[in-house]
């Protein structure tokens, strides 16, 4: 089996930790979508779950071993991606704190691996979280996707089983996917035939 035939392995963040968080409805859209292609499989990382700790060593000094411990389950995880989709809701024009710490608690995971983004909020639909971490996220030698898909005023967009009845929603799904799909193989493509160099 050539690198090209097999599934890509895209990692979904859930970036909202916030009680009652409407997160997880449109997780389960974008579940759904990217169930109909046979081409990827997928990891939901829902950041609510992972416990991540919110106090980083000092800079350039080693993890405490009770730390390593707690984020070797994400990070494997991370890694083991051919590529991320983040859902991210807006905080006060911006993205989540929970989604930064997860950034900021690993470097590798992200080299050269694609990222899209779904987001959502009220008028704005999210997208100047996304504008934020299109910025972070470059910093961190990743490659973000151009498309993206944005709920405005996400909470009348979905139905009681998080389907959302409108054909430009899943144009705009299927075009993220198809970019998020064509990097994810040419820059695996590229780490394996040469290691990335951050």
Known sequence: MTSTSQPLHV???VGST???????????????QLARRSDLTTDVVDLAEAA??????????????ATEETLAPVAARLAAADA??????EYNHSYPASLK?????HNEQ??????????????SGGLR????????MAELNATTIRN???FHNAFGSFGADSSVDDPAVDAAAEALLDQLTWWAHALRDAREARPYAA
């Open 11 to 13: 990692a979904v963040l």
């Open 18 to 32: 916030r009680e009652g968080r409407f997160s997880p409805v449109v997780t389960r859209w974008l579940t759904g």
């Open 52 to 65: 991540l700790p919110t106090v980083l060593p000092a800079f350039g000094q080693p993890l405490a071993q």
């Open 84 to 89: 991320f989709v983040f859902v991210t809701p």
């Open 101 to 105: 710490n997860a950034i900021d608690w």
């Open 110 to 123: 992200w080299h050269a691996k694609p990222i899209g983004f779904v987001s959502y909020g009220g008028l």
């Open 129 to 136: 979280a996304v504008e934020h971490l299109r910025v972070v």
């Open 148 to 150: 993206t898909v944005s």
